[in-house]
T-cell receptor, first 114, second 113 residues
Framework: GAVVSQHPSRVICKSGTSVKIECRSL??????MFWYRQFPKQSLMLMAT?????????EQGVEKDKFLINHASLTLSTLTVTSAHPEDSSFYIC??????????FGDGTRLSIL | SQELEQSPQSLIVQEGKNLTINCTSS?????LYWYKQKYGEGLIFLMM?????EEKSHEKITAKLDEKKQQSSLHITASQPSHAGIYLC?????????????FGKGTKLTVNP
């Protein structure tokens, strides 16, 4: 149980493109979803927390207009990187939490902006 | 804010050897999580500890939380190549009503056959 699916697993696109990443909880309802970013050899850095039906809470230093988060249902949250640039290249990973306090993670999305 | 320090940063062991990874917090731990990550992949939940002195085991992996709830250790017995990966500890940071996780930088484990 507690499976989280993240799609796509890898994206390569040109600078200026907007990229959407989906995070789905497959077998439970996720009241809260989290989006992280991970740089090489670094830990996960929380970008934002989203609760179903409400606006996401962004961490300090994360541009909300750059990283649009939508949590439209209890099983789906999306992260859109708008007008992506090479510095946005990174590994993005989502997690979902249902009734238990444990966060369950997706497999991540490797974003490469050329 | 809470900071987690993991040691060692990397570890290379021979198959069959035991090993321990430590996670030390700057503040009291309300919930301590251990995850395993393979490079470029998601995190696999291993165990969660909440009470001082708590110990949990799953197969050959044992995690402990000290009585003061500021340090946790992850012990692997008779390591196998399948144990290789990056082990991350994460702690609940209760701040302003939100319960988010703060992670350590990870310990990269290599198990040589």
């Amino acid at each position: 149980g507690a499976v989280v699916s993240q799609h796509p697993s890898r994206v390569i696109c040109k600078s200026g493109t907007s990229v959407k990443i989906e995070c789905r909880s497959l077998d439970f309802q996720a009241t809260t979803m989290f989006w992280y970013r991970q740089f090489p050899k670094q830990s996960l850095m929380l970008m934002a927390t989203s609760n179903e039906g409400s606006k996401a809470t962004y961490e300090q230093g994360v541009e909300k207009d750059k990283f649009l988060i939508n949590h439209a249902s209890l099983t789906l949250s999306t992260l859109t990187v708008t007008s992506a640039h090479p510095e946005d290249s990174s590994f993005y990973i989502c997690s979902a939490r249902g009734d238990s306090v444990t966060q369950h993670f997706g497999d991540g999305t490797r974003l490469s902006i050329l | 804010s809470q900071e987690l320090e993991q040691s060692p940063q990397s570890l290379i062991v021979q198959e069959g050897k035991n090993l321990t990874i430590n996670c030390t917090s700057s503040k009291t731990l309300y919930g301590l999580y251990w995850y395993k990550q393979k490079y470029g992949e998601g995190l696999i939940f291993l165990m969660m500890l909440q009470k001082g002195g708590e110990e949990k085991s799953h197969e050959k992996i044992t995690a402990k939380l000290d009585e003061k709830k500021q340090q946790s250790s992850l012990h692997i017995t008779a390591s196998q190549p399948s144990h290789a990966g990056i082990y991350l500890c994460g702690a609940e940071e209760r701040q302003g009503g939100s319960e988010k996780l703060v992670f350590g930088k990870g310990t990269k484990l290599t198990v040589n056959p």
